[in-house]
């Protein structure tokens, strides 16, 4: 990041009016920053648009589960409060991960509400009056679906962007919930 900064400034305290051929390039600081890492910019964009709808899920799944933190009731109340709790702030970090990792490739990491609900691949229905088990199925289904459209994603960023960074971070992300899903599982059985 410092080279970064400092090769912009750089640009930028250059004499003003004196025309040199380096003016027929706009002066831009993203073209002079651009990520030099062997993955070509189209490529790299369409990493970043899988990860900001991987993100879309992943906050999604964590604005779900910290409302069933919040309402679930029942005879288990006490256990699923902390469990529920223990798993969003787990997507909660997950969320920051994966923003970053679209940042990591020069993208613009998603972060407004609008742009969650349309992006993502997971039901947002309402889902008040869902009783203790309700809330426990539902979660697991949205861990299912993210598992399923993970294992896809992950092997698109490899095979067709030549992206086996990002395959390995989503390949581990998909780890987590596959954990995940087993935890929440074991208390329908
Ligand atoms: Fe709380």
């Not at 080279?3 to 002066?27: F, I, K, N, Y």
């Not at 679930?72 to 902390?82: C, K, R, T």
């Not at 529920?84 to 407004?112: N, P, T």
Request: one cysteine or more.
């Amino acid at each position: 990041m410092d080279t970064t900064l400092h090769r912009m400034t750089a640009v930028d305290s250059q004499p003003r009016g004196q025309a040199s051929a380096a003016d027929a390039v706009p002066a831009s600081s993203t073209r002079i920053a651009a990520p030099e890492i062997g993955i070509a910019e189209k490529q790299r964009q369409a990493v970043v648009a899988i990860l900001n709808t991987v993100l879309a899920d992943e906050f999604v799944l964590y604005t779900k589960t910290r409302r069933f933190h919040w309402n679930v009731q029942g005879p288990d109340f006490s256990e699923l409060h902390d469990l529920f709790q223990k798993q969003y702030e787990q997507l909660g970090q997950i969320v920051d991960d994966v923003a970053e990792r679209a940042r990591s490739l020069d993208g613009v990491a998603a972060g407004s509400l609008e742009e969650y609900v349309r992006l993502t691949r997971l039901d947002e229905q309402p889902t008040m009056g869902y009783d203790a088990r309700g809330m426990i199925a539902a979660l697991l289904a949205d861990h299912e679906t993210l598992i399923r459209n993970l294992r896809q994603d992950l092997r698109i960023c490899s095979d067709q962007h030549g992206d086996e960074g990002t395959m390995d971070f989503l390949t581990a992300l998909m780890q987590a919930h596959e954990k995940t899903a087993w935890m929440l599982r074991a208390h329908l059985r």
